[in-house]
């Protein structure tokens, strides 16, 4: 059975900082583009951050130089960074893996970021 984990979401100042954390089971972690996205009420889920097997990242332009994605395959696990939060920033957080046709979400994590 496929699980993904998210956790590390809060509630934080304007400026702050969380790290969120996305640890996998039931999949060869290291062969899957790990991404992490989000929700805000209302709004339509948009990508944050995506790592590829080999390491590649790419930032969405409205995170860009604040948010930083990583992995740990050892761990299972793929991180994602914030820096610098904005009260835009508020959302719920997803992480994704993805592989060919395979393609799997957590339950999301909620950011909330108070200006």
């Known amino acids: 059975q496929v699980q993904l984990a998210e956790s590390g979401g809060d509630f934080v100042q304007a400026g702050g900082s969380l790290r969120l954390s996305c640890a996998a089971s039931g999949i060869i972690f290291a062969y899957f583009r790990m991404g992490w996205y989000r929700q805000a009420p209302g709004k339509q889920r948009e990508s944050v951050a995506h790592?590829?097997?080999?390491?590649?990242?790419n930032y969405a332009d409205s995170v860009k130089g604040r948010f930083t994605i990583s992995r740990d395959n050892a761990k299972k696990t793929v991180y994602l960074q914030m820096h610098s939060l904005k009260p835009e920033d508020t959302a719920v957080y997803f992480c994704?893996?993805?592989?060919?046709?395979?393609?799997?979400w957590g339950q999301g994590t909620q950011v909330t970021v108070s200006s």
């Open positions: 790592i590829t097997s080999g390491g590649n990242t």
């Open positions: 994704n893996a993805l592989a060919n046709s395979r393609d799997y």
